[in-house]
Each structure stands twice: as C-alpha cells, then as structure tokens.
C-alpha cells in the first residue's frame, strides 16, 4: 500500500515537471523583396503609363 501511494506520488510529480517543459522552434527567415522600380522586372498596376517603371 505504501509503496503503491508512494510510485503515484512520484508519477505525478515527473508528469508535473515535464509538463512545464516547451521546444521552441525558429520559423524560416523571411525575405521581403523590393516592389516596383526599375531593373527587377515588376512593376505595380498603373505604373508603367505613369513612367514609374
């Protein structure tokens, strides 16, 4: 009986431990690239008659 309430006790406790534990993991960078202007082929919608492009 004593060893019994003592194994749950000592179950509970490493579930309580562990339960606090978290892996962070980084995200992929993110690349923002230049819209619009000359010389990187893209030019917005209503631009290029404007002659930003």
Do not use: H, W
């Amino acid at each position: 009986m004593k060893t019994g309430v003592i194994a749950l006790l000592a179950a509970a406790s490493m579930i309580g431990a562990l339960s606090g534990c978290v892996a962070y993991v980084p995200g992929p960078p993110v690349v923002v690239a230049p819209q619009g202007g000359p010389g990187n082929g893209f030019c917005p919608p209503g631009q290029a008659k404007k002659g930003n492009c």
